[in-house]
């Protein structure tokens, strides 16, 4: 009986695999064909023609680091297609310019699947720092290339951006992340010195929050190398995870941290002992005037290495 019903689980499990990897083929061979549909029975006709009636664009494009290596050193084939490697054959075009899906173009009314144009600049650019694009929070959101990048003109000095710069690209979308940078403790972000791409790979990571490193405390580490230790006395909480304490971004508490202390470590500190009597001097019934040696750093008057220690006797976190 029970190994029957086994089997059955067993062999359910293997048709619904199958079935998901039947239907993932299907969607990839369609997108594909939607590519293949769209390019069917158009031709090449090159950059000259495209430049003679798109003369601004192409003069700014001119300056960009495609069109250095795509006119002047193209590597291959599609490189020496110019406008083309990206817009796709252009003879549908020409004979209509007004025909809206007679020409690739990168916007969410044309018509163009997201995937589609993201094809194009993939052609190119897949795998390196775009390894885990496909299936990253963002493909999933249909945010394509061209939301982030304008490759038409120099807009941004490096990285071919559709803002002046990283952090307004970024900003486009994600308004609640430029408050955060406005608290009263925050990282130097909006003074300029350092950008979200420090911290996250915009392409997909193989974290939840597109991470840059593997973990929260591998990002920290890049810059705050110290807190790596390692420390003789280590405190768990920190090696575990750097936002039990901060917050990545802003915080209207001091030093990013994500309540104020001494609330902060009685979160998970809340044993019967000096902790408490600190806080209730004088036992419970007389009200709770807290110590004065809790006041400003409370804890950390006395146990000042919250992040680690190194000293011989420090395995209270003292010294
Ligand atoms: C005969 C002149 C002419 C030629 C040659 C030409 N275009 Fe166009 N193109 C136009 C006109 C006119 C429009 C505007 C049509 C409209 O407003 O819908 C246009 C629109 C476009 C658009 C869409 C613009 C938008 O606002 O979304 C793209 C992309 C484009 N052209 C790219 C190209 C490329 C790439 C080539 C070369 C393969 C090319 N064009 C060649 C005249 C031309
Ligand atoms: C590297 C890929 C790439 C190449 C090469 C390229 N384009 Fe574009 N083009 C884009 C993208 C992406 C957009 C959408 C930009 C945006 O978000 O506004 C665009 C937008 C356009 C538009 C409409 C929007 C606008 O800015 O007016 C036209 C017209 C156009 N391109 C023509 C051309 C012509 C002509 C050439 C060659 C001289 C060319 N493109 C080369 C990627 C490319
Ligand atoms: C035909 C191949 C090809 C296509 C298509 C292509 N690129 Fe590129 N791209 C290159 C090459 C080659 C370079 C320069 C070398 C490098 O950085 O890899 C480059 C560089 C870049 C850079 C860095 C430029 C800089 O100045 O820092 C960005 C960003 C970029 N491409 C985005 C895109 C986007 C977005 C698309 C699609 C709209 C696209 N590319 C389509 C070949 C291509
Ligand atoms: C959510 C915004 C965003 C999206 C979507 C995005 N990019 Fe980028 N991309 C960036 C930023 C920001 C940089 C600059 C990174 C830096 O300088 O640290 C960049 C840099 C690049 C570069 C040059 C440096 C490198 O990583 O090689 C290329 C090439 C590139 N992107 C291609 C693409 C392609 C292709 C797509 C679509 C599949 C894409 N990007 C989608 C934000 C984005
Ligand atoms: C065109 C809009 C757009 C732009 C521009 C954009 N994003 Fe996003 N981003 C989204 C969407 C949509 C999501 C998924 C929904 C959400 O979490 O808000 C997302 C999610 C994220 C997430 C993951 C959130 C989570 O908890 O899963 C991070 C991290 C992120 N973006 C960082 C960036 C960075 C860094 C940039 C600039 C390089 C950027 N985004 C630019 C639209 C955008
Ligand atoms: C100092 C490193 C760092 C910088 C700089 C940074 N982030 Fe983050 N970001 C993080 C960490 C760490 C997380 C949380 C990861 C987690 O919860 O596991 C995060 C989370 C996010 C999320 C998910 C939602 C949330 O708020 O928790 C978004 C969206 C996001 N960041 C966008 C941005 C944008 C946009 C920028 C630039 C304006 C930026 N980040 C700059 C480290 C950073
Ligand atoms: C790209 C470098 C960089 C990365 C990555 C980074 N930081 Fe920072 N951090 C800084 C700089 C720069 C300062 C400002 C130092 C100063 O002003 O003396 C700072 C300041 C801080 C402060 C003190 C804030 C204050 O108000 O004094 C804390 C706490 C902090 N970072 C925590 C983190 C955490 C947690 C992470 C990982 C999520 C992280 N940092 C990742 C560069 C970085
Ligand atoms: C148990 C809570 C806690 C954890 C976890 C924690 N911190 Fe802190 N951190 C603090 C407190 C409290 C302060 C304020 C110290 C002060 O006022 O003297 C601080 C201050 C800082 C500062 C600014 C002052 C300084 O010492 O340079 C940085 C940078 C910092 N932490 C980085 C990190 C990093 C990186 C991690 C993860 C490896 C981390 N913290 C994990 C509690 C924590
Ligand atoms: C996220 C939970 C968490 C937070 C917040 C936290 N701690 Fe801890 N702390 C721990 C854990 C877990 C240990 C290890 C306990 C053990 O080894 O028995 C520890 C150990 C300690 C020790 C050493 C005690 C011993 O028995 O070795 C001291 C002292 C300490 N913490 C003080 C603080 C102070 C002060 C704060 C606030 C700045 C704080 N902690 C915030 C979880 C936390
Ligand atoms: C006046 C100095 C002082 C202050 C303020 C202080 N502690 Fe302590 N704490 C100590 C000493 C001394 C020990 C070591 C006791 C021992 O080794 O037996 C200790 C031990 C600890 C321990 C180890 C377990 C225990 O109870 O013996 C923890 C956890 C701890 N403190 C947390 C805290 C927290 C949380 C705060 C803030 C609410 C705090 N301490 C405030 C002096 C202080």
């Not at 075009?93 to 995937?115: E, M, Y």
Request: with cysteine; charged share 20%.
């Amino acid at each position: 009986m029970r190994k029957t019903k086994t089997i059955r689980i067993f062999q359910n499990a293997l048709f619904a695999s199958l079935l998901t990897l039947f239907l993932l083929a299907i969607s990839a061979m369609l997108q594909a064909e939607e590519t293949a549909d769209y390019f069917a029975n158009k031709n090449y006709i090159g950059t000259e023609l495209c430049s003679a009636c798109h003369r601004d664009l192409a003069a700014h494009w001119g300056r960009t680091t495609h069109a250095r290596i795509f006119l002047q050193n193209p590597g291959n084939e599609i490189e020496s297609r110019g406008c083309e490697a990206c817009h796709g054959p252009g003879s549908e075009h020409i004979s209509d310019p007004v025909k809206a899906d007679g020409i690739l173009r990168f916007t969410n009314q044309s018509g163009h699947a997201v995937g589609v144009q993201n094809r194009q600049c993939l052609q190119c650019h897949q795998g390196g720092n775009r390894i885990h694009w496909l299936s990253s929070v963002h493909e999933r959101f249909n945010v394509g290339c061209s939301d982030c990048h304008n490759p038409m003109a120099n807009f941004s000095s490096a990285g071919l951006l559709a803002r002046n710069g990283i952090n307004e690209t970024c900003f486009m979308c994600h308004q609640d992340q430029r408050s955060q940078f406005r608290r009263r403790s925050h990282m130097p972000l909006l003074e300029g010195k350092i950008t979200c791409t420090d911290c996250h790979n915009p392409h997909g990571s193989t974290t939840r929050a597109l991470l840059k490193t593997d973990t929260v405390n591998q990002t920290c580490y890049q810059c705050h190398a110290e807190k790596r230790g390692p420390f003789l006395f280590e405190h768990a909480p920190v090696r575990d995870n750097c936002l039990n304490c901060h917050s990545p971004h802003g915080s209207n508490h001091e030093k990013l941290l994500i309540t104020a202390r001494p609330m902060l470590c009685q979160q998970c500190h809340t044993a019967l002992g000096h902790v408490n009597e600190l806080l209730t001097r004088g036992g419970l019934a007389s009200g709770s005037r807290p110590d004065p040696r809790l006041m400003g750093r409370s804890c950390q008057n006395c146990h000042a290495q919250i992040h680690g220690s190194n000293h011989p006797s420090g395995a209270r976190l003292h010294r």
